[in-house]
């Protein structure tokens, strides 16, 4: 395997979600990723609209739109679009680029097999998700 572009590993290397992932494993992450801009204003998901992936935030800002109001902002080292990916329904929000926004994207089909690979990472996610989990029922508390 050819080894991939330096700057996407030290972005990577960078993230919290894959925080003590040892080289040669970073260097097989970067590998499986696509990287891809968005311009401002470019939507990325949309709400109701199939076509699933995990997006990774590797520079920028997006914001979570449904149904046309502006519910927060997502930025570096957070990401979107697993849910979808993983139970493979449509996407509940818009994302829309808030500013050039620069993503690491993991195909719908290829994220199970890589949560597998990478049960670290796997875990980071899992709790990031209970934290988004928290933060949205906080008001019943």
């Known amino acids: 395997m050819a080894a991939a572009p330096a700057d996407l590993i030290d972005t990577l290397s960078g993230i919290s979600l894959f925080a003590d992932v040892g080289a040669a494993e970073l260097n097989s992450i970067a590998h499986i990723v696509e990287e891809r801009r968005y311009a401002d204003g470019e939507r990325i998901l949309r709400q109701g609209i199939s ?3 995990f997006y990774l935030i590797l520079e920028g800002e997006a914001t979570i739109r449904v149904s046309g109001t502006d519910y927060g902002t997502l930025g570096r080292g957070e990401f979107f679009g697993e849910i979808s990916a993983l139970l493979g329904e449509p996407p509940v929000a818009d994302i829309v680029a808030a500013r050039t926004l620069r993503c690491a994207i ?3 089909p290829a994220v199970e ?6 049960p670290t990472v796997m875990y980071r996610m899992l709790k ?11 008001w019943r508390t």
């Not at 097999?113 to 990478?118: D, G, T, V, Y």
Request: charged share 15%; net charge positive.
């Open 51 to 53: 076509g699933s992936a």
């Open 106 to 108: 993991i195909p719908g």
């Open 113 to 118: 097999p890589f949560m597998l690979a990478h």
């Open 128 to 138: 990031a998700e209970a934290r988004k989990l928290q933060r949205a029922t906080s």
